[in-house]
T-cell receptor, first 109, second 115 residues
Framework: GEDVEQSLFLSVREGDSSVINCTYTDSSSTYLYWYKQEPGAGLQLLTYIFSNMDMKQDQRLTVLLNKKDKHLSLRIADTQTGDSAIYFCAESIGNDMRFGAGTRLTVKP | GAGVSQSPSNKVTEKGKDVELRCDPISGHTALYWYRQSLGQGLEFLIYFQGNSAPDKSGLPSDRFSAERTGGSVSTLTIQRTQQEDSAVYLC?????????????FGNGTRLTVT
């Protein structure tokens, strides 16, 4: 099974906030990442957070990390139709990078 | 500069044939990774290279899969005697170095269909 777990689907209305959640299992993870995949494309790095931080904000994106609960979330403010994609959470452990199964975000007008 | 380039973008092959997938990493990136993404699934790690060396090949699904990297640059993933379960998108990524503080940069993948 997956070491990194995400819910598979999320649907929101345009203009609302989206929150995508992820849990990971290895407390020694040093960096945690969010990637975005649009149809027919590879994964695009959105943002990442170092494990000694609990929050990182980058324009419309806010990443929250709860290291105690091994929980990571990505909040997208003012979600737009162009944000519709699959979002992958990933954890790095040494030289290894483990990905979740991805959350498909659908933004309805 | 240019991103990670993969070719072909699509490949349809008959069961039993061999296929070769190519990855051109970003110039200067020493680490290179291959992943497989099946329909509706997450990313399955296959193999990584540090320079031309692949220290751990245990992620390759079977002995029909092999990968090499030459000159610390281009990598090829070869699948011999393809089977229908090999159908997937094969993604290549590169990074400046191994380790979590070097984010992965992905190509657009090769979609392999085995008929």
């Amino acid at each position: 099974g997956e070491d990194v777990e995400q819910s598979l689907f999320l649907s929101v209305r345009e203009g609302d906030s989206s929150v995508i959640n992820c849990t990971y299992t290895d407390s020694s993870s040093t960096y945690l990442y969010w990637y975005k995949q649009e149809p027919g494309a590879g994964l695009q790095l959105l943002t990442y957070i170092f494990s000694n931080m609990d929050m990182k904000q980058d324009q419309r994106l806010t990443v929250l990390l709860n290291k105690k609960d091994k929980h990571l979330s990505l909040r997208i403010a003012d979600t737009q139709t162009g944000d519709s994609a699959i979002y992958f959470c990933a954890e790095s452990i040494g030289n290894d990078m483990r990905f979740g199964a991805g959350t498909r975000l659908t933004v309805k007008p | 500069g240019a991103g990670v380039s993969q070719s072909p973008s699509n490949k349809v092959t008959e069961k039993g044939k061999d296929v070769e997938l190519r990855c051109d990493p970003i110039s200067g990136h020493t680490a290179l990774y291959w992943y497989r993404q099946s329909l509706g699934q997450g990313l399955e790690f296959l193999i990584y290279f540090q320079g031309n060396s692949a220290p751990d090949k245990s992620g390759l699904p079977s002995d029909r899969f092999s990968a090499e990297r030459t000159g610390g640059s281009v990598s090829t993933l070869t699948i011999q005697r393809t089977q229908q379960e090999d159908s997937a998108v094969y993604l290549c990524a590169s990074s400046l170095a191994l380790g979590g503080n070097s984010p992965l940069h992905f190509g657009n993948g090769t979609r392999l269909t085995v008929t």
